[in-house]
């Protein structure tokens, strides 16, 4: 494919920021792409609106495969109402996503963070008519920052022997090959407990460590917000190394004031009432107050695999 445009000078709006949601739902989407890796359609493109552009992924509802545990609504609109309880916390952990049309379909559309990829020039133009139900597109590679910067400091390790060590927190032991294991452990990273919490809240079933993207200037974003919001306990992560534990002052009051937004009459009930069933919008009040009650970080259920397969 041809080299992707830049975004045009001038749009500096940090992903998860107001202006860059308004740009993903005004502007002009252009499929520049496919992300070739997972089981749902994940399309490359840039959006335009004014003389601002923006690259972004667009994923068509009707590239997804369905769940047979999520047989309501769509994978897209839980991405949407997963972004809308990351603003509501300000933590702003998840890029910009809205619902919108595009050249396939009504889908998400999310503010791409990382460099742009490359692709084909016989995929530029994207799937075409019944493909784009089959369009195989994965997964939100998201590659690196500015090669000119420093590299973020890494998130995941596998380490030999049963204590973690300073500055990172044990999830549990892997097979390695040959027989061996190694210690799974992530950092004790104040921006992973906060995404902890967020994927507690939204029931995250698929948090994996292909799905954090670190930029060198600090800020964490996490995309892949599909298995969500369902009304069973499904937390499934690779961020268990806080589980028990009390949470923060911080994570205390950021949920108070998730609780009282939470209530029926305000606009944030509105919105996730339109992405979600009543039921599932109900699961996320009481998700909310149960944390509370707590005072804790969840502990795995042992009714569901804790950990997500493969890890990355």
Request: proline letters at 9%.
């Amino acid at each position: 494919m041809k080299g992707t445009p830049p975004p045009v000078p001038g749009f500096a709006a940090a992903p998860a920021a107001e202006a860059t949601r308004e740009l993903l739902a005004q502007g002009t989407l252009t499929v520049r792409g496919q992300i070739r890796a997972a089981s749902n359609a994940v399309l490359f493109g840039t959006v335009e609106h004014e003389g601002r552009s923006l690259p972004c992924v667009y994923k068509p509802v009707a590239g997804e495969r369905p769940l047979w545990d999520f047989p309501d609504g769509n994978l897209a609109q839980r991405e949407v109402a997963a972004y809308e309880i990351s603003r509501a916390t300000g933590w702003d952990l998840i890029p910009a996503t809205v619902l919108r049309d595009g050249p396939y379909g009504l889908g998400m559309c999310q503010a791409w963070v990382g460099e742009p990829p490359d692709a084909e020039a016989d995929d530029e133009a994207g799937p075409e008519g019944d493909d784009a139900e089959a369009a195989a597109a994965d997964a939100a590679a998201a590659a690196g920052d500015d090669p000119a910067a420093d590299e973020p400091a890494p998130l995941l390790a596998l380490v030999d022997g049963d204590e973690p060590g300073e500055g990172w927190k044990a999830v549990g032991f892997a097979e390695v090959g040959e027989g061996r294991t190694a210690l799974l452990v992530h950092a004790d990273d104040p921006r992973l407990r906060r995404l902890a919490v967020l994927d507690a809240v939204i029931n995250n079933g698929d948090r994996k460590g292909g799905h954090l993207l670190p930029r060198a200037d600090g800020a964490l974003y996490a995309i892949d917000h599909g298995v969500t919001f369902h009304v069973d306990d499904k937390l499934r992560t690779l961020l268990w190394g806080w589980a028990g534990e009390e949470l923060t002052g911080e994570a205390v009051e950021v949920l108070r004031a998730l609780s009282a937004a939470l209530s029926r009459d305000v606009p944030l009930a509105e919105r996730l009432s339109a992405l979600l069933t009543g039921a599932e919008v109900d699961a996320v009040r009481k998700r909310v107050e149960a944390l509370l009650s707590s005072g804790r970080h969840p502990l795995p259920s042992g009714e569901w695999p804790a950990i997500p397969w493969p890890p990355v």
